[in-house]
């Protein structure tokens, strides 16, 4: 087999290595370029979007690319590519610039913190650097940071329908191969308390969490006894951490009787046991009428663990039903719902409904012979697709009420601070609006310089600080963006000096859209 | 940082290691048991679900199997781990068992060679070993071949879609992490020619594809010229792979004008042009107004491929809007048809519709004391969830056309040679339909002993294999299995043996599921 060079810097397109090798052959590889990363729409899963995202991926891209290198194999695994003329495609010329670099270390990154409260259509990740490398790491950033803002953003949903309920994460089996443990950790991000996933979660310095399988159930009714002589061999071996599933045979008929003579066995022991799981059936109902029984046999406390097909719906669902369903059965709704927790796989792990985020990656500026920034945009037949030209920073602009009430994209020469401060639209050139002093409380830059930020050694403290900084955001944010079913829009503007640049640029470009006749012409 | 175990045989759930520790205490961690891997339905894409699904991620299971140990690292990273009551979860003894067992080379997989079509209900993969280290498996076993699978079946319906066009596979900057490149390979088995990650597809033995981006087009507009200049410069460096993406500024009175004055430029020259894309638009529209423009300036060959969310049914779409709209501008469909090609990015590598196959795990047997196989079931209220228990070969029926009519499950000691031969219904025990000696041409064992499988060292060998197996069993398969939306059942059956077994097991456990009272009694 060789070297793997699917993880290396590799992992790549490659017409990022055809573009970078043009670039070259025509003076332009170190030509300063900026890119902007930019996601276009919050993720849209059939019944109901997201109105908000929440930022992932940016450690494990920093550590990947720390260790991507133009190596000898790589160099030799490009060399060994043919053109349809049989003709090697990457000339030594360009293999030896490539090999001249130190990986991508030559590129500025600037970005959101991992954790904060993102929206649709506002810059999130920035590369400055030569064009060519720039171009390069296109490929690996998007992957990474669409993909772990997709399970940020899933997670933090599914976070916000539990309620307070703790969330494991379930999803290594069904989740994409060795992506599951990016979706491990941008879960953890967005709110999940912990993880089935034992190496990753290691990795990220927490401790995995599960109990039992059925598999377990059915090898004692195949060997030695039945479900009951499972569940007493599990209290046996883990008497203070006895969680079992009850659900093998008979959820009510047989598996939480005989988890509650399991668990009095336990409490004569002096032992307290932890609770039961549901992982399949009517889950509220089975919730309420497993807790009836628990209660009747004097265990209030034991959690009850809901899982099977979860995701923020389901879970809203299912609370909501208990709410109603609780007291027909004599338990009592409040006590219940704060003794849940909810195991949430595939539908998490891969954000079901809407399995990538529509992120990309856009030239805004090069800079010209002389040095200047020269702005840069693609024009489209879809307006959304236009991108917004220039050296941006994005602005969060709080209300009097400490409510963020936009996010206010400005170049980064540009003053925001006058007032009032106008709010252009992003896609409709005569839309705006004006906010003076007194609806303005605070204006706070959201992009960091990645060489300045303090990003913990520790993965964990790491993992901390963005669960603290999605708590701090979403605390900021209206209810109404919350949502989990038509949530309001949040406004995302573009300030006076990107949207005259923009319109400007537009116009301009107009006249080369004409034809050939007129391009030479110019 | 330290050791990554993400990768490491920790790449499992902590359910499983809490398991086989159990096992460990009850004297069963090396008990024979075999477990089958089953899916039980097809990918479900919303508006349409898939009829059949392609196998795959057997090779890179089998390669991380190889490497998989219990290593140092591993053991102090177990060690460390703590439960509620403060105190080491897995204790020295098992930790020390771990240790003696060399990775997962006890165990015995049997599988469906990659590539093969296969059905919902049926296994597709079956392990047989040490209780314990089974158990450890499932966790990637599932993950990789559930995940494959979703994507070779996502491929193969693009695939056909694309009614012989090539597919090549975008997906590497939205996909999931470094499942990304699971994706590209699981699309390459399942009907993919190319795709544009460089790594993996040379990990492969292929070369990867592409040409440019918009971005090259806009930094030379805001740089040395502006797209004309652009398309010139690419034909200039790859003059015998040019091909064009056209929509930067607008198609048809931008792009595929400079495009042409381009290619004449290098038909001067001698080179002939490769094609163009488009990635924006109504595709269809603009690919038969392209076309018309290329066939006028005598650019018959060359490709027109298209991009931007392409998935099945919008190919399947777009295809039908070409034959019925080429006519109106002066172009032969068929020609235009043939001459497309499909450049299909995160719908096809995230299986978008339906992000994860529901593939499970289940305990059919194992060994007791004196080494006979006892059968183990799982009951539930849900009949689909109950497992089909005992040591089982599936074989396919192929009927008196040759095609493939059902999939039978047997017991492996079972005569499936008797005919007429009875087929009974998996779920609806007074269900089945017998076929006589005149109905069935051939009888095909689907498992193979995976130790006993020649599985080519060269990767491209084998994805090339893995085609030619699809190929021949879609055609194989009657067509209204294989419609885009809403596709003929298949017939997935149980043989006399499997249908006695699992009957007489469910009713054997109903008793089991009175109570406490009565297990205790038992």
């Avoid at 995202?53 to 991507?68: F, H, S």
């Avoid at 899982?307 to 909501?320: K, M, P, T």
């Avoid at 209810?479 to 005259?500: A, M």
């Avoid at 640029?505 to 107009?510: D, G, K, P, Q, R």
């Amino acid at each position: 087999m060789g070297v793997v060079l699917s993880t290396s810097i590799l992992f790549t397109d490659h017409y990022q290595l055809t573009m970078a090798q043009l670039y070259l052959r025509f003076g332009l590889a170190e030509r300063r370029a900026r890119f902007d990363h930019t996601f276009r729409s919050y993720p849209d899963y059939g019944t109901h979007q997201a109105g908000y995202a929440v930022v992932a991926g940016l450690a494990p891209l920093l550590d990947w690319m720390g260790n991507a290198r133009f190596s000898g194999e790589v160099i030799d695994a490009l060399r060994s590519i043919e053109g349809s003329a049989g003709s090697q495609v990457f000339d030594d010329r360009f293999l030896a610039w490539l090999t001249a670099q130190e990986g991508f270390s030559a590129l500025e990154l600037f970005a959101v913190p991992e954790g904060r409260v993102v929206h649709a259509g506002a810059p999130i990740t920035m590369v400055e650097g030569p064009l060519a490398l720039a171009q390069i790491l296109e490929t690996p950033l998007l992957n990474r940071i669409n993909f772990e803002t997709l399970i940020a953003t899933k997670a933090s949903r599914v976070s916000e329908a539990a309620a307070g309920g703790d969330v494991l994460e379930f999803g290594l089996r069904r989740a994409h191969g060795s992506g599951a443990n990016g979706a491990t950790r941008a879960s953890m991000i967005g709110g999940a308390s912990g993880s089935s996933n034992v190496g990753e979660s290691l990795d990220l310095g927490f401790t995995s969490k599960g109990t039992h399988a059925h598999s377990m159930v059915q090898v004692f009714m195949a060997t030695m006894g039945g479900e009951l002589e499972s569940f007493r061999a599990y209290a046996d071996v883990y008497p203070d951490d006895c969680l079992l599933l009850v659900d093998t045979i008979d959820t009510l008929e047989s598996g939480v009787p005989n988890a509650i003579t399991v668990f009095e066995e336990l409490r004569r022991k002096g032992h307290r046991p932890v609770g039961i799981r549901l992982d399949s059936g009517d889950l509220a109902h089975l919730a309420v009428r497993s807790a009836r029984l628990l209660n009747d046999a004097g265990f209030e406390e034991p959690t009850i663990v809901l899982s099977s097909q979860l995701d923020e719906v389901n879970i809203w669902q299912i609370r909501n039903q208990i709410a109603i369903e609780a007291p027909r059965y004599g338990v009592d709704p409040d006590h219940l719902l704060a003794r849940l927790t909810y195991g949430v796989g595939s539908r998490m792990a891969t954000s079901e409904g809407a399995s990538s985020l529509d992120g990309v990656y856009k030239v805004v500026a090069v800079k010209d012979e002389s040095g200047d920034w020269e702005p840069a945009i693609k024009i489209s037949d879809s307006p959304a697709k236009i991108v917004d030209p220039g050296i941006k920073q994005v602005w969060r602009v709080y209300d009097e009420r400490r409510t963020a009430t936009a996010d206010l994209i400005a170049l980064t020469d540009e003053d925001v601070e006058h007032r009032p401060l106008t709010l252009h639209h992003p896609k409709l050139p005569d839309v705006s609006r004006t906010l003076d002093a007194d609806h303005i409380s605070r204006m706070e830059p959201l992009l960091e310089r990645v060489a300045d930020m303090d990003i913990p050694d520790h993965p964990r403290e790491l993992i901390e600080q963005a669960r603290a900084r999605r708590l701090r955001d979403l605390d900021d944010l209206d209810p109404g963006v919350r949502r989990l079913v038509n949530p309001h829009t949040y406004h995302v503007s573009l300030s006076d000096g990107v949207s005259e640049m923009k319109h400007r640029l537009a116009a301009h470009s107009v006249p080369t859209s004409r034809g050939p006749a007129a391009l030479q012409d110019s």
